[in-house]
């Protein structure tokens, strides 16, 4: 049956990209039962599952400390670069938006 075959096919790749974050162990948990930098995960695994060429990150960090953040953004950055993708960030944080190679600022609705 084709719907068995793409089910099949769409277990398998949650649970590479879940793999891809970290979070194999969890993939039977519900959301309120994950961390918020596990939530965040999910997020990004959600985001690569499709396999796009550019990831958009909204304040990727902007609800977590600053240990879980880091690690946030070196699993974000680390996948883009392992699967040669683009990451284009929008955030607030200086110290983030250092960390990409090209950093755009926009102010006053203009971009300065």
């Known amino acids: 049956d084709v719907r068995g075959e793409h089910r099949l096919?769409?277990?398998?790749?949650?649970?590479e990209v879940l793999g891809s974050v970290g979070l194999t162990?969890?993939?039977a948990s519900f959301p309120r039962q994950l961390s918020g930098g596990e939530q965040q995960r999910v997020a990004i695994a959600r985001a690569l599952t499709n396999n796009p060429d550019i990831i958009f990150a909204d304040e990727p960090t902007?609800?977590?400390?600053?240990?879980?953040?880091?690690?946030i953004m070196d699993l974000l950055l680390g996948l883009a670069g392992e699967r040669n993708k683009t990451l284009l960030v929008v955030t607030h944080d200086n110290n983030l938006a250092q960390r990409g190679d090209r950093t755009l600022?926009?102010?006053?609705g203009l971009l300065a």
């Not at 600022?105 to 006053?108: A, E, G, L, M, Y």
């Open 9 to 15: 096919e769409a277990i398998v790749k949650a649970e």
């Open 105 to 108: 600022r926009i102010v006053d």
């Open 25 to 27: 162990s969890k993939k």
């Open 62 to 71: 902007g609800n977590l400390d600053s240990k879980t953040g880091d690690a």
